[in-house]
């Protein structure tokens, strides 16, 4: 696929779910996706298909995170933790689109660590940094306690332990971003409220589901 192509296929993949794409960030994704399809090559860091990718790679991969950085508010130097980075997506599409971000990708495996720290040097990402770690230790740094804006998780389990560790890293009222295939009518988690749940990826189905963290007047006596 020449340079080209991916980038007319990337922007009609854009226009069709009505995300957010600039001329200036099409140079990037493309060296993300190259540099993924490159380590993908000798380490697992997705399944999709990169060396003839499909429609639902582009989706996947890199329109959900642009169609996600409409909840984000542009001009911020808010303190981002990516959750479960992996191969680097909505992360890395993501602070793409939203470059005065402060992100720090959380990744407990040492070869996508790796990764993660390559592709931040070849796109050349100011204010981004990896944490070869579990993201429960990590929330649990004094420096990371309570000092997020803003949490992005997605293909982690959701489960008290993830929510737990989110709550501890957000300052009040700052936002879980959750990356899912169903929209999940479940009950708000301790320490949260939903603020909204949106359609990200027409087919197959993607939602992004939006929490506030809040305190509790017993929480607060206890911080």
Request: aromatic share 8%.
């Amino acid at each position: 696929m020449t340079s080209l192509e991916f980038r007319d296929r990337l922007a009609r993949r854009a226009r069709r779910a009505r995300a957010p794409l600039t001329l200036n960030m099409l140079g990037p994704l493309e060296a993300y996706f190259r540099l993924l399809a490159q380590w993908n090559a000798r380490i697992n860091l997705t399944a999709l298909p990169l060396d003839a990718p499909t429609d639902e790679t582009f989706d996947r991969l890199l329109v959900e995170p642009l169609v996600a950085a409409l909840q984000v508010p542009t001009h911020t130097l808010s303190v981002w933790f990516d959750l479960g980075s992996g191969g680097g997506s909505p992360a890395i599409p993501l602070k793409i689109a939203r470059p005065a971000l402060r992100l720090t990708m959380v990744e407990s495996k040492e070869r996508k660590g790796a990764f993660l720290r390559e592709a931040i040097r070849t796109l050349g990402l100011v204010d981004t940094t990896v944490e070869t770690e579990r993201f429960e230790v990590a929330s649990d740094k004094t420096g990371y306690k309570s000092m997020a804006d803003l949490v992005t998780v997605r293909a982690v389990k959701t489960d008290v332990v993830l929510f737990e560790t989110a709550a501890q890293m957000l300052k009040q009222g700052g936002r879980l971003l959750l990356f899912r295939p169903s929209h999940s009518p479940s009950a708000d988690p301790q320490g949260f409220e939903r603020a909204s749940t949106v359609p990200l990826i027409e087919s197959p189905p993607s939602f992004l589901s939006i929490y506030r963290r809040v305190f509790h007047v017993e929480q607060s006596r206890r911080t």
